[in-house]
């Protein structure tokens, strides 16, 4: 699987101190006027305060990186120097393959949290095609925990059983798993659980979890 291109930008902070003070330069401030000092220190605790855009910055500049593995499994079929490739076009700034054919994505803080952003959005967007898809009739909603997890599919399940609705299933799946390792979570570990809800008894009649399905 491939994460989609996107175009990242670069955030920039630009402080501009504008300090005049001309006939006052030598006088003692009247009621409410600010002496020079005080008025450049007002200006840098409120530069301070902006967390997110100092924050922006340092990122940027690679005080902080993400690193992240991702299983062979993934690239089974793939050219791995085209993989590498698409990478850092992505913005990902170093990418290690191991000897047992995982890769491991080194970008800036930023950059991951960009491509977190885009496939939050993603699977969202798919979730609810999904929903409105005339080609899974049977499906009538999906929920979801907050990690992508977990998914609910609520169905009418005699047309689910009568029906290839549980490609959906797949789809939602692998985007879970996918999302899950860029969130950080190690490939040992990660896994995703689609629970197949009777819509009108609230039965679970079947649970699928990945990436065991994958071997059944």
């Known amino acids: 699987m491939k994460a989609k291109k996107t175009r ?3 955030p920039l902070l630009i402080f501009a101190i504008i300090i005049t003070f001309c006939s006052f330069s030598c006088s003692t401030p009247g009621p409410g006027e600010q002496t020079i ?3 450049a220190q007002d200006t840098t605790e409120e530069i301070t305060a902006d967390e997110p855009e100092e924050q922006s910055i340092e990122v940027d500049k690679g005080v902080f990186s993400v690193e992240i ?9 793939e050219d791995i120097d085209e993989v590498i490739a698409e990478a850092k076009e992505d913005g990902v700034s170093d990418v290690t393959v191991h000897d047992d054919g995982s890769l491991t994505y080194k970008m800036s803080k930023s950059k991951h949290n960009e491509m977190m952003r885009e496939m939050k959005d993603d699977l969202l967007e798919y979730i609810e095609e999904t929903k409105n898809s005339e080609d899974y009739k049977s499906i009538k909603d999906i929920t979801h925990n907050k990690v992508f997890s977990e998914f609910t599919l609520l169905v009418d399940q005699e047309a689910f059983e009568n029906s290839f609705d549980g490609f959906a299933a797949l789809g939602l799946g692998m ?7 860029f969130d950080g979570v190690a490939p040992d570990d990660y896994e995703v659980t689609v629970f197949i809800e009777n819509l009108n008894t609230g039965e679970v ?3 699928i979890v990945y990436p065991d399905a994958f071997e059944q």
């Open 175 to 181: 985007s879970g798993l996918y999302y899950q390792l």
């Open 37 to 39: 000092e005080e008025a």
């Open 8 to 10: 990242y930008l670069i």
């Open 205 to 207: 009649f079947d649970t």
């Open 69 to 77: 593995t991702l299983p062979a499994s993934l690239f089974e079929g």
